[in-house]
């Protein structure tokens, strides 16, 4: 099954095994990932219930509640910076695993023929 792992994948430990990221990518995912299910946790506490909107109003309490410091805005910046950057990096080695898989799929099929 070599070289199939990626198709099916559900987790990052998969991926990472297949060879499609690097180990620093993968660290990366996982900090990105883990970060962004602090938000998303402190956000369910705050609200006392499911909602995942990190709206506007919602944003300060957030920040204080991971520790960002400074008062209002400036703790809002910090965490809002680190939030777009783990989208950002998740982003960035999804597209890349999506153009090696691609690649992969597409060796493949002229193989086939």
Known sequence: MGGVA???????????QSGFIYPQEYQ????S???LFKVRFA???ILK??????????QI??????????EGN?????????FFQALHRISLISKFVDSALSE???????RLL
């Open 74 to 82: 400036p703790a809002v910046e910090k965490m809002m910076k680190c």
């Open 28 to 31: 990366q995912l996982q900090e």
């Open 43 to 45: 956000l369910h506490l």
């Open 49 to 58: 219930r499911y909602d995942n909107r990190l709206l506007f109003d919602r």
């Open 61 to 70: 309490k957030v920040s204080e509640l991971l520790g960002f410091r400074g």
């Open 33 to 35: 990932r883990a970060f």
């Open 6 to 16: 990626p198709f099916w994948a559900l987790t990052l430990e998969a991926i990472l």
């Open 104 to 110: 992969k799929m597409c060796f493949h099929q002229i």
